[in-house]
Nanobody, 123 residues
Framework: QVQLVESGGGLVQAGGSLRLSCVAS????????VGWFRQAPGKEREFVAA????????YYADSVKGRFTISRDRAKNTVFLQMNSLQPEDTAVYYC????????????????WGQGTQVTVSP
């Protein structure tokens, strides 16, 4: 099993920034890709960004490309999501996610989920 713990969510005004962190523990060697999903009230959980752990290749949803940056600290088993130019549309619970093989870009590909951290962007 892999445990994922997110932190860094909060309330910001439109145009502001937040940096989310996700610390992985347990059998972290059993995952190849780590990413972020988000879910707004009444909406489907959607892909935000992902990174191939070993080589750092990144992937982004079109809605966040150019505003969000995913990165990782391999020594600390931590993945980050730097979110800039936040918009009210970004308001959601953000979940860290890991896939055993490949990069998690669909909900059904995710093997492990974090508990989620709330991001609220006010107008």
């Amino acid at each position: 099993q892999v445990q994922l713990v997110e932190s860094g969510g909060g309330l910001v005004q439109a145009g502001g920034s937040l940096r989310l962190s996700c610390v992985a523990s347990g059998r972290t060697f059993s995952t190849e890709g780590v990413g972020w999903f988000r879910q707004a009230p009444g909406k489907e959980r959607e892909f935000v960004a992902a990174i191939k752990w070993s080589v750092g290749i990144t992937y982004y949803a079109d809605s966040v490309k150019g505003r969000f940056t995913i990165s990782r600290d391999r020594a600390k088993n931590t993945v980050f999501l730097q979110m800039n130019s936040l918009q009210p549309e970004d308001t959601a619970v953000y979940y860290c996610a890991a896939r055993r093989y490949g990069v998690p870009m669909r909900v059904d590909e995710v093997a492990y989920w974090g508990q989620g951290t709330q991001v609220t962007v006010s107008p």
